[in-house]
Structures are given as C-alpha cells and as structure tokens.
C-alpha cells in the first residue's frame, strides 16, 4: 500500500512540470479576457480568455467554499472584476511574474479583499 502512495505523490510532484504556468502567461490570458469581456473585437485568444476565467473561478470557489486563505470577498464581487484585479496586480508587480499562476491570483485576492482582523 505504501507503494501506492509514493506513485501517487511522486505523480504529483512531476505533473506541475509538464504544464507549469507562471504570471507571465497568465497575464496574456487575462488580458485576453479583459478583450472578450469588453467586447473590443480582439478574439484572438479566446482558449487563453477561458484558462484565465476558468482558474480565477476555480480559485475564487476554493476561497468561498471554507478555507478564505486570508481573502474575504465582499457582496457583490463579479469574476469581471476579479480578472481586472488580477491583472492590474501582475502588471503593477512584473518581479513576481516568474510565481506560479495560481499563487498569483491568491496574492491578488488577499490584496484586493484582505479579511479583517
């Protein structure tokens, strides 16, 4: 059984590698969806507009569903404007771009909607 596990764990700790994104990447998506959101014609990346409004959601449930890993999201909070905040962040911070995408959005929610204390 134990066997089982170290194929398993050792599965986890390769598969970052064979898709690894960081914040350069996902600020061409997110600008993608900002493009697509606001309707501006510009469709060229509409798989990448859909990573970026896909893992901001995911991202955004992980938090509203127990753990808040500090972010508090107040009423009304659309994904429209978590993409905005997420962008706004990577290009306001181009020293953190080499971070993974995911540890990236978290920074950008808990600055945005910090929880108080």
């Given at each position: 059984m134990?066997?089982?596990y170290y194929i398993c764990f050792s599965i986890l700790l390769i598969l970052p590698l064979t898709?690894?994104?960081?914040g350069n990447a996902l600020?061409?998506?997110?600008s993608s969806a900002i493009?697509?959101?606001d309707d501006n014609g510009n469709?060229?990346?509409l798989l990448g507009a859909g990573l970026c409004i896909g893992l901001i959601q995911g991202v955004s449930e992980m938090i509203t569903a127990g753990n808040t890993?500090?972010?508090?999201?107040h009423g009304g909070v659309k994904r429209s404007q978590m993409i905005r905040v997420v962008t706004q962040y990577?290009?306001?911070?181009?020293?953190?771009?080499?971070?993974?995408e995911t540890a990236l959005v978290l920074i950008a929610f808990k600055?945005?909607?910090p929880c108080p204390k």
């Open positions: 134990k066997f089982v898709g690894y994104a960081d600020l061409t998506k997110c493009s697509v959101q469709y060229d990346d890993w500090g972010v508090c999201f990577l290009r306001g911070n181009p020293k953190h771009l080499h971070y993974p600055e945005a909607w």
